[in-house]
């Protein structure tokens, strides 16, 4: 405008160019990018970086699109819609899929919400020797050591990555469910301890060794595959 303003029409005009922008930023993107950074490519404040991403997920919800636009590892990204979920499984080659066992998953659990965490201190919370299953975590980008403890020895410490954010779909740590939605009731936990009770009148097999603790090596990763959840 002649005053040197910006009128409505501009504003709108500037606003459908921003999200178009948006859209081609992210399409050829490999990881999440940040709104801080979208908003110095664009030239924008962050805040308006947020206000049109919040217009393009609202658009695609309401269009039913089979891709959403999500906050996710500090950033914006696209990815399918979660009820193509099925489609997708099906698309993927069986193999091509990342796999993790029930012990891997329980080793990256243990350091997901106790973390920063050395691998000694994980390895007694299992009761195993948790190293080669750390090992096996950190080379598929699950884990990382963050920092060393400022104790005798300077342990490394463990905790989990972006990639976990990502493969997780959290925006943060801090978005991980409370422990306390997976803990049985005392009534469960009375239930199995019943369960578990031995007969006096059942005969004991002595040569079977009760709880020795071994090393997990890194086959065991590979037997009793468990899916990692796709994001």
């Known amino acids: ?42 030239e924008v404040s962050t805040a308006v970086i947020e206000a049109q991403c919040e217009v393009l997920t609202k658009g695609y919800e309401a269009d039913g699109r089979g891709f959403a636009l999500i906050r996710v590892g500090g950033g914006y990204r696209f990815q399918s819609h979660p009820d193509q979920a099925p489609w997708v499984e099906r698309f993927v080659l069986e193999g091509q899929t990342s796999r993790l066992t029930s012990a891997a998953l329980e080793t990256l659990a243990i350091v997901a919400y106790k973390q920063p965490i050395s691998r000694m201190q994980v390895s007694a919370i299992r009761g195993v020797d948790a190293e080669g299953v750390m090992r096996t975590l950190q080379q598929r980008g699950w884990i990382d050591e963050i920092s060393r403890d400022s104790g005798p020895g300077n342990a490394i410490l463990y905790g989990t990555t972006r990639d976990f954010l990502e493969r997780m779909g959290l925006d ?8 306390g939605e997976f803990v049985p009731g005392p009534e469960v936990v009375e239930a199995l301890e019943r369960g578990l009770m031995t007969d006096p009148g059942m005969p004991v097999d002595e040569s079977v060794g009760v709880g020795t603790a071994v090393e997990e090596s890194d086959a065991e990763l590979d037997s009793e595959p468990v899916e990692a959840p796709e994001v």
């Open 1 to 42: 405008m002649a005053d040197g303003t910006v009128g409505k029409g501009e504003s709108d005009e500037r606003m459908i160019e921003v999200r178009r922008a948006v859209e081609a930023i992210l399409m050829v993107a490999m990881e999440p990018v940040a709104p801080n950074l979208l908003a110095q490519l664009l």
């Open 172 to 179: 943060g740590v801090a978005d991980l469910p409370p422990l």
